[in-house]
């Protein structure tokens, strides 16, 4: 148990709508990062959130967007999904946005677009 | 990003040390080796990390190389609950964000 907490679990959507994914960080961590895997590979770096404000960007297009609260929990929003969104969503959590500081992760929320 | 390889796959066979290698000859001074750990439809579990020294924590141990070109991770009696994907970052500063840049790392299969 690593203390980040994903909701929900598991999603089915249709193509064109949009979906909010929610991240409960690990208690004292201001920094949270999301992911995307796609079956097969390896989790690919969406964004990170420090202190409520977006702290760096992976090569996503614009539809993908975040929100970081007060608490530090975290929000991914995803705009006219698509087949191609269909994934395993990662949240990560660290104590600071350090490169010498560990990311702990949830379990993930496995969408389905369809 | 500096690249990382991986073997594909490795076998182990269970009370062994699994050892897992690991190239990343571009790596850069301050950039950290990290190791981290997928069994099947999970989220990744960290393992350890380390900049130049060997280092050691409960799960693993991690040997990097004098020139830092390469590192072994090493988990010691291996059980059939380490079968999983093993993943080698090196983790470097781009100018925001710090992310984990994620290959396809080693499927580490253990067996009786």
């Known amino acids: 148990e690593t203390g980040v907490t994903q909701s929900p679990t598991h999603l089915i959507k249709t193509r064109g709508q949009q979906v909010t994914l929610r991240c409960s960080s690990q208690?004292?961590?201001?920094?949270v990062s999301w992911y995307q895997q796609a079956l097969g590979q390896g989790p690919q770096f969406i964004f990170q959130?420090?202190?409520?404000?977006?702290?760096g960007r992976g090569n996503f297009p614009p539809r993908f967007s975040g929100l970081q609260f007060p608490n530090y929990s975290s929000e991914l929003n995803v705009n006219a999904l698509e087949l191609d969104d269909s994934a395993l969503y990662l949240c990560?959590?660290?104590?600071?946005?350090?490169?010498?500081?560990?990311?702990?992760f949830g379990q993930g929320t496995r969408l389905t677009v369809v | 990003d500096a690249k990382t390889t991986q073997p594909t796959s490795m076998d182990c066979a269970e009370g062994r040390a699994a050892n897992l290698p690991c190239n990343h000859s571009?790596?850069?001074?301050?950039?950290?080796v990290y190791w981290y750990r997928q069994i099947h439809s999970q989220g990744p579990q960290y393992i350890i990390h380390?900049?130049?020294n060997n280092e050691t924590n409960e799960m693993a141990s991690l040997i990097i190389t004098e020139d830092r070109k390469s590192s072994t991770l090493i988990r010691p009696h291996a059980t059939l609950r380490d079968t999983a994907v093993y993943y080698c970052?090196?983790?470097?500063?781009?100018?925001?964000?710090?992310?984990?840049?994620f290959g396809t790392g080693t499927q580490l299969k253990v067996e009786l």
């Open positions: 970052i090196v983790r470097v500063e781009t100018g925001g964000g710090n992310k984990l840049t």
């Open positions: 990560a959590s660290s104590l600071r946005p350090a490169l010498n500081t560990e990311a702990f």
């Open positions: 571009t790596i850069s001074g301050n950039e950290y």
């Open positions: 959130y420090y202190r409520e404000e977006e702290n």
């Open positions: 208690s004292g961590h201001n920094t």
């Open positions: 380390g900049l130049k």
